[in-house]
């Protein structure tokens, strides 16, 4: 007779050595219905998210004894028997739903004494206060809502199994609310710490914390469990490793070409980030190689790093471990064989310090690419993305993609290589330094704090012999968190492309600073692999509640993440730091938030908050697709000058070039042409709505409101006076014109029809361009101090007095692609201003006189 599964069911012989492999019962996923966070020895354990010693909990494969995945029976390997498959892939989700159950059960039983202590609090005798029992029980009736409806979903599922059930959706639901658990888990430590000392202050709830009674599965009868109130407060920390690993292995049944795998993935590749998030703040257990001492060596944190080395940069990827940092870079190996690193130095962390090297040192000189080239390399870039979904789309363009793909990697690489300009000098005690670029103060401060963590702790001097860092080295491989540099050609196809368009932030206010300081805000925003500074509040003096309320408009191209870091202005000229010539402004916080389309894309203003250091910053974000935010609207108000002609305008006010363009200029020439980023830094929205209304409505305080305001503001105003426009600058009639001449390979004729253009735009249109050009090469003539060069300002505004207006055809068709941002006509219109930015000065008078170059018309 054949056994019985655990189920009832008959079990077949070849999923019996798979169950068996791969531990599917309920526990295997859920753990016993009766832990209750104690190791064996009565000890308590720590919630570590990972607690197996040799795994990444970015990717937490089941292990078999030797260390090695287990490997599955020839039958379920890929091109198997599709059927078995399909059993075996039922019979994981059976265990995990009947796991989750258990789980619901649990989070119900923690929720019990909610409601009747909640009851007591607004008592003359509470238990206790409604602010404890918020802390004690935070998000945990938003995390049972969750999987209840997840388990309601999947269950009619797996009653109904055949091969045309689909889960992933679940799955990938299931995953895009982990949010919830981040808030949870930040909050885990305040919620046993509150659960503690209500215990010890009151008898009546530690007997309620004691005896939670968990109810089991619905098949046993009367079956109910007693746990204690911090066994279940940790459940939901054990549980999205567990629900990680459920993923991992349902992919391993799901064929590539069944509609759930791209879904699986996906939640799979959201489970794991989050895991990662979470273990750069619980340390997670993982040794990689014990010392000769006995003691456990774990790492810590990985990344890819750029390393000036010989005065050239080289990407490698970096180690730290609980006693030392190690540097190293991935071996080239033969076709088919296990990648491997190779140890380029490391540094014991007790001989490890940050001090800056002495003048007198040799500093290798690093290589700064123009900006120019940057934007370029991105252009490119995008313009592959684009042919890559128009092959993908083609009959026979699946090779040709590849090949796409190959080269997109290429200048990813590039871009990723060239891009960082931050340096981040680290120095051995016997006289060695290392010198790192990265392209954020953020990810600057991460490195630092984490070593000045571990040097905190009693560190012996470690010296590995040849043997042990070969160990060391090699366990590298197994134990890395961050698996490949962050570039688009190494994402899979399903996996969300990020928002293009424009981020808008208001940021409010920040709150738990132990004393007063003069405080300011950066905002960052992820693009093409690395992280831009994109914006920063005023300096607000003296305070320890900073009240901003300042507005910002953010472009994003393919942003996930935003982050906001809280900064003390130092104005001691004597803290000038050597490694990059400036003062060193010192972090307060800092934090970061995914931006998740569906909360951002509405069209209400989404409030949040950043925890950071035990600092609150208070913010609001909204998003708006690039299509909308890029229209030119005809203003309803004639009055006005924003949304108006500019002929209409010089004409009422009796002048070859718009008063506002004009104040504006003298302003940022008066005292911005010095301001590192002018024209690129983004200004406070408010202060510039607040100056467009001025000049619409033609305040006499213009003024002294423009010798008040930000000059990043007042640059602010005048792209957006351009970008208003009903019609370009350039005018919508001479666009394809403009977008022709400027391909022309011959100079001569190059020369003949850009100057022609010129002399055909309408008087008004011309002055003003004129103005404008010899302004923004006076502007870049002092690039060595505000870093824009003519290539920079072209790329700026060449985009703003070109991009035609809206016409029938392209009525209704949106935005949503890089390639549609950064497409060959962005391209074009960033020439065309740098060709007349590079020519030599150009009259108005002698473009009108002189006529010999012109032979044609447009």
């Known amino acids: ?66 260390g090695v995945s287990p490997t599955p029976p020839e039958g379920l390997l890929p091109g198997g028997d599709i059927e078995k498959g399909l059993e075996m892939k039922k019979l994981v989700l059976s265990g995990f739903l009947a796991s989750e159950e258990i789980y619901i059960n649990q989070l119900e039983a923690l929720m019990l004494p909610m409601r009747p202590l909640k009851a007591t609090a607004t008592t003359s005798q509470p238990v206790l206060t409604i602010q404890q029992i918020e802390t004690i029980f935070y998000k945990i009736q938003d995390i ?31 995953a895009s609310q982990l949010g919830v658990y981040k808030a949870f888990v930040d909050n885990y430590k305040v919620a046993l710490e509150t659960a503690e000392k209500c215990s010890h202050a009151n008898i009546q709830f530690q007997k309620i914390s004691e005896n939670l009674k968990v109810k089991g599965p619905k098949d046993a009868k009367d079956c109910t469990t007693t746990i204690s109130m911090e066994a279940l407060l940790y459940k939901p920390i054990d549980r999205v490793t567990r629900s990680t690993l459920v993923l991992h292995d349902l992919l391993k049944h799901t064929p590539k070409d069944h509609p759930d795998f791209p879904l699986l993935q996906d939640a799979l590749r959201i489970s794991q980030n989050f895991l990662s998030s979470i273990n750069e703040e619980i340390d997670p257990r993982r040794t990689a190689v014990t010392t000769p001492k006995g003691e456990a060596r774990q790492l810590v944190k990985d990344g890819f790093l750029v390393e000036v080395s010989e005065s050239s940069r080289k990407l490698r990827h970096v180690f730290l471990f609980t006693d030392l940092l190690l540097c190293a870079k991935m071996k080239k190996t033969s076709v088919g064989r296990h990648q491997q690193y190779e140890c380029k130095w490391y540094i014991p962390l007790a001989d490890l310090t940050f001090q800056t090297l002495d003048e007198s040192d040799s500093c290798p000189s690093i290589q700064v690419l123009p900006e120019y080239e940057i934007e370029e390399m991105k252009i490119k870039i995008s313009v592959l993305k684009s042919e890559i979904q128009k092959e993908k789309k083609a009959p026979k363009g699946q090779s040709r993609v ?41 990810e600057r401060s991460e490195w630092r704090e984490s070593i000045q963590k ?89 305070t320890s509640e900073p009240q901003w309320n300042e507005e910002f408009e953010i472009e994003l191209e393919g942003s996930q993440y935003l982050r906001i870091l809280c900064y003390e202005k130092c104005y001691d000229k004597s803290m000038l730091n050597k490694d990059d010539n400036e003062i060193v402004d010192k972090i307060m916080g800092k934090g970061q938030v995914q931006l998740d389309p569906q909360t951002v894309q509405s069209k209400n203003w989404h409030m949040d908050v950043i925890e950071m250091n035990g600092i609150k910053v208070e913010f609001s974000m909204k998003f708006t697709s690039r299509d909308l935010s890029l229209k030119r609207t005809p203003s309803k108000k004639q009055s006005g000058v924003f949304g108006v002609k500019i002929n209409v305008v010089t004409k009422r006010e009796r002048s070859k070039v718009p008063y506002i363009v004009r104040q504006c200029i003298e302003e940022v020439e008066k005292r911005g042409i010095d301001e590192v980023g002018i024209y690129r830094i983004s200004g406070v929205a408010t202060d510039i709505q607040a100056l467009k ?34 019609e370009p600058l350039l005018t919508d009639r001479l666009y394809p014109a403009f977008m022709e001449g400027i391909v022309l390979s011959d100079p001569a004729a190059k020369e003949n029809c850009m100057m022609h253009l010129l002399r055909s735009l309408p008087d008004p249109n011309l002055m003003t361009f004129l103005t404008l050009l010899e302004h923004l090469k006076r502007v870049a003539e002092k690039e060595p101090i505000n870093k824009m060069s003519l290539h920079n300002l072209a790329t700026v505004f060449g985009p703003t007095l070109l991009r035609p207006s809206e016409t029938d055809n392209a009525k209704g068709q949106h935005i949503t692609t890089a390639s549609d941002i950064w497409s060959h006509d962005v391209m074009a219109q960033v020439q065309v201003l740098l060709y007349y930015l590079q020519h030599p000065p150009i009259s108005f008078a002698e473009l009108k006189r002189n006529t010999l170059y012109f032979s044609t018309d447009v």
């Open 402 to 442: 590849e090949r796409l793909r190959k080269k997109m990697n290429e200048q990813e690489s590039w871009l990723l290589l060239h891009s960082p300009t931050i340096p981040f000098k680290i120095h051995n005690k016997h006289g060695k330094s290392y010198l790192f670029l990265l392209s954020s103060d953020y």
């Open 454 to 542: 571990l040097q905190k702790k009693d560190l012996q001097v470690c010296v590995l012999s040849s043997v042990e860092l070969q160990v060391l080295t090699s366990s590298c491989f197994k134990l890395r968190t961050v698996h490949n540099i962050p570039v688009t050609s190494n994402k899979d196809d399903e996996e969300t492309p990020g928002l293009y368009g424009f981020l808008h932030v208001i940021v409010h206010s920040a709150k738990g600073f132990k004393e007063s300081a003069n405080l300011y805000c950066t905002l960052e925003v992820d693009s093409y692999g690395y992280f831009v500074s994109k914006a920063k509040t005023r300096v607000f003096r003296d």
């Open 693 to 726: 209304l001025a000049f619409d409505t033609n305040t006499k305080d213009i003024l002294v409101m423009l010798s008040d305001m930000d000059i990043n503001a007042i640059a602010g105003t005048l792209k957006l006076y351009f970008r208003e426009l009903p």
């Open 1 to 66: 007779m054949e056994p019985l599964s655990a189920h009832g069911l008959p079990r077949l012989s070849w999923i019996d050595t798979l169950y068996s492999n791969f531990n599917y019962n309920t526990d295997g996923y859920e753990g016993d219905a009766a832990e209750d966070g104690k190791s064996q020895d009565g000890s308590e354990t720590l919630p570590y998210i990972d607690e197996s010693p040799t795994m990444s909990p970015q990717l937490p494969t089941p292990q078999g004894p030797d």
């Open 144 to 174: 049972f809502a969750i999987h209840k409806e997840f388990y309601d979903d999947l269950l009619p599922n797996i009653q109904h199994w055949d091969e045309k059930v689909t889960v992933g959706h679940l799955f990938q639901k299931l």
